[in-house]
């Protein structure tokens, strides 16, 4: 009887690993093809020549608006004072964290202009998952400029409540824009409160 | 029934072991993710907190020196940069750039063999014989056209490789952001380089014009660059030392990105009930 036992629970263990690990690779496939269609549309906008500054801009500004979770973001910006966040502040906090970064993006881009004939592409060839839930990726690739590697890309994504994919973060050439920003509030904070930070990105960027 | 208990014992065991595994795995990561992300400490301190994945100890001098090369930039390199773009069309930068790069690359050769990277080294060697040729004194870049792009190193980097620490940050006076080990590395590199000694019986207005150029040439690549950050940033000291940091491990690493730092988990976060 405990002989039978054994095989049913060795035969147990056995599947919940093949069902983790097929489940791992099914999400990470999904994440990639999302970031695959994210770096397309965002290659489409920014490689276009129909589009005005402007257009350019609110068009990027809807797309990171669908694709990133900057609630998330904000958190991880503030560490540990996210906690010293009033609730009545959040909706604003994570407002102003939206406009900074579709700003600081836009403006990085906004560069490039100089250069009209330059074609960008994004090259996202690995996925792995991270924390223990199957729920967060980092996502790998390369950034060509006119097909020669220019710097790599790494996308931090998670599965939110609703259970879509949202951006977390990006890393470009090492460095990571949350985390850049991440020292720079922490810096702030440590001599400053959470509302003198809000009221510094609200004069900068509202 | 002997073998019976043997295999009820061997479940009891391998149960044990895996719950052990588990937690010890847990209370690891655990520990790991308060230690880089929340400095050991949820409790608040008085004394200002070392910021994160930095180590500058001398904040307070490299602040002053920060303003200083502020200063400076602002009055002279700036300008200069700005000058150089307004006269200088985008395609004669990008030639100067070429020219200026492919004079490097004695330095980067030097450090592609002491970190034993053979194909970097025959990358720099043929980029070098190419450029310098068919690109007309290295004014052109058909190298990368042919499948050999360009890369960095130096010998701060080489010592990374090493293992030796980077030390504190430091903002040194004109040359910006550093650590010791940046410091030792551009002495070495400068040493080392055949157009050091090549100068060295020069007149003074050769040298002077070298390092200018090499200066007001960086200057401008960066311009909008620098411009934007300090604009979008609440503390634009911190921006550029967080951005040093970063650039730094990924050039060491070879622009393969690494597991660090941004390698902590939301779950970890939220199963803890720090943040989320």
Sequence with gaps: ?206 | MAKIYIHRLFFVIMLLLMLSLHTTTSKADISQFIEDNYNSSYVESSTPEISYNTFDPFEETNRKMFAFNQAVDKAILKPMAQAYRDIVPEGGRESIRNFLRNLESPTILFNDILQGEEERTSNTVKRFVINSSVGFFGFGDPATDMGYPRHTEDFAQTLAVYGVESGPYMVSPLFGPSTPRHIAGRLVDFAVHPLTWYLQNQNDGYRYSYGISEAVVAREELLDVLDDIEENSTDYYVSIRNMYMQRRIDEISNGVPSDEPSEFSIDTARDLNLVF
């Design chain 1, 1 to 206: 009887m405990f002989q039978n036992l054994n095989k049913y629970l060795v035969g147990c263990l056995l599947l919940i690993i093949f069902v983790s690990s097929a489940q791992s690779r099914e999400y990470c496939d999904e994440a990639l093809t999302f970031i695959n269609e994210v770096t397309d549309e965002t290659l489409s906008i920014i490689n276009s020549s129909e589009f005005t500054k402007n257009q350019k801009k609110s068009n990027l500004s809807e797309l990171l608006n669908k694709n990133a979770d900057f609630e998330t973001m904000g958190k991880i910006m503030l560490g540990k004072y996210a906690r010293k966040l009033p609730d009545g502040m959040k909706e604003v906090y994570t407002d102003l964290i939206q406009k900074m970064l579709t700003k600081t993006i836009y403006d990085r881009l906004d560069n490039d202009e100089e250069e009209p004939d330059v074609t960008y592409a994004i090259v996202n060839d690995s996925c792995r998952s991270k924390g223990s839930k199957n729920k967060e990726f980092l996502v790998d690739g390369d950034v060509l400029k006119d097909d020669s590697r220019l710097a790599s890309i790494r996308w931090w994504i998670i599965i939110n409540k609703d259970q879509q994919y949202k951006v977390i973060d990006l890393t470009l050439a090492g460095v990571s824009l949350t985390l850049q920003k991440k020292d720079e509030f922490t810096s702030y904070l440590s001599n400053k409160s959470v509302s003198q930070l809000i009221n510094n990105l609200s004069k900068k960027f509202d």
